[in-house]
């Protein structure tokens, strides 16, 4: 096996490797988060009044703490186009109840925070309170474009609410996801492995044709040597006819019989 094949071969099984860790990193959830109940409220469209409010930024209000869960996708994996979901939760420390009024989030590049991918679509929540010493869970489920190329991004994800008719929000996820696409026909991992099956062959085949060349050469080289009576051309004794050689070849010749 030659080095360059050796080369080629590992390449490939270390892509494979980390592709299908990638695709495979689905699981369940961190059994030592705490999730609290659900929060009493419906779901609903963001109306215009809540419109508004999610278009502005507010300050965060003392003692709202929040936590994040993907359901069941440990490895936040987000396939384009279709439904993701995930829960916030929020325990109220303050010293007041407070209102939940609706959930926005965007999708960002990872190396310039600044530079804005998409903004995921509000949802807004009726009648979802949050009492004192409290704490509840908010579904957001959300959907990238089909149409966004697979790969990390960063998502901001808030929480808007209203304590004594006043507006806050608090940042309950600020981190990366990472965006697949959609897997209609063929699924990533199957698509990949086809395609390192197709280049193993392949590499295969170069290998034993280049085996086959190098012991076609070998024998080439190894030629055989043949052993016979020594032939003297006629024209040749022709011109050396009456010479010394020719006589000196005679008188040897009688010599043996």
Not at 68 to 73: A, G, L, Q, R, S
Not at 156 to 165: K, L, N, P
Not at 199 to 225: H, T
């Amino acid at each position: 096996m030659t080095i360059g094949f050796r080369v080629y071969f590992v390449a490939l099984l270390l892509l494979a490797a980390s592709l299908l860790q990638v695709a495979r990193c689905q699981s369940e959830p961190d059994p030592d988060l705490d999730i609290a109940d659900p929060a009493e409220g419906d779901i609903g469209l963001v109306d215009e009044d809540v419109h508004d409010l999610v278009e502005e930024t507010f300050n965060a209000a003392p003692g709202i703490e929040t936590i994040t869960v993907f359901p069941k996708n440990v490895g936040k994996l987000v396939t384009a186009g279709e439904e993701t979901e995930l829960l916030v939760g929020l325990k109220n420390n303050g010293e007041s109840t407070f209102n939940v009024i609706a959930i926005k989030a965007s999708v960002h590049l990872p190396y310039d925070h600044r530079m804005l991918v998409q903004n995921l679509t509000a949802q807004g929540f009726n009648n979802a309170t949050v009492p004192v010493s409290a704490q509840a869970t908010f579904p957001y489920v959300f959907a990238v474009s089909k149409y966004l190329q697979a790969g990390t991004f960063d998502l901001v994800g808030t929480i808007i609410y209203e304590i004594d008719q006043s507006p806050y929000q608090s940042t309950f996820y600020n981190g990366t996801v990472e965006v697949v696409e959609s897997g209609n026909l063929f699924s990533v991992e199957s698509v990949f492995l086809v395609t390192l099956g197709i280049a193993l062959l392949i590499f295969l085949g170069v290998w034993v044709r280049g085996q086959i060349q190098q012991l076609s050469k070998k024998s080439k080289r190894a030629a055989k040597v043949e052993v016979g009576t020594k032939t003297t051309d006629a024209s040749m004794d022709e011109w050396l006819q009456g010479t010394a050689y020719t006589q000196s070849l005679s008188s040897k010749s009688k010599k043996k019989k």
